[in-house]
């Protein structure tokens, strides 16, 4: 009897790990799925005054890079901090995450968007593309 009660508590215990598992699997073929080419991205020269003054900038780099210069306006949340720091980002209007490249912050961007904020995107090539392509640069 007391092996039949561990074995139901032991599964008990194990089914909600399983289940989260199979959980993240299926959103995340769901997004794959369901992805274009443009989903969760957009490119310095769609960046006018317009979408620019409608936009939030999340600056995915570390602290000392923020420090060095960063997009005008823009927060800083490092990258593998998004997930857990997800409340601070609008729900709604558009968000953008940046790093040097994109490289980082397009893992940030696949993360949240995961999370249900298909409002983030990342900025392809990052602040080196947007410092070099941008249509518009605030003073």
């Given at each position: 009897m007391k092996?039949?009660?561990?074995?139901?508590?032991f599964i008990m215990c194990?089914?909600?790990?399983?289940?989260?598992?199979?959980?993240?699997?299926?959103a995340v073929v769901d997004y794959m799925d369901f992805a274009t080419y443009e989903s969760g991205i957009i490119l310095p020269a769609q960046l006018d005054?317009?979408?620019?003054?409608?936009a939030v900038f999340v600056d995915t780099?570390?602290?000392?890079?923020?420090?060095?210069?960063?997009?005008a306006g823009a927060v800083n949340i490092e990258?593998?901090?998004?997930?857990?720091?997800l409340s601070e980002l609008p729900?709604?209007?558009?968000?953008?995450?940046?790093?040097?490249?994109?490289?980082?912050?397009?893992?940030?961007?696949?993360?949240?968007?995961?999370?249900?904020?298909?409002n983030v995107v990342v900025l392809q090539t990052g602040m080196r593309g947007?410092?070099?392509t941008a249509v518009y640069k605030p003073e």
């Open positions: 092996l039949l009660h561990f074995l139901i508590g194990v089914t909600p790990v399983w289940a989260s598992d199979a959980d993240v699997f299926e005054q317009d979408v620019f003054d409608a780099r570390d602290a000392e890079q923020f420090a060095a210069g960063h997009i990258w593998r901090d998004i997930p857990s720091r729900e709604t209007g558009l968000v953008v995450l940046y790093c040097n490249t994109g490289t980082l912050s397009s893992q940030a961007t696949f993360a949240a968007r995961l999370l249900g904020r298909e947007w410092s070099e």
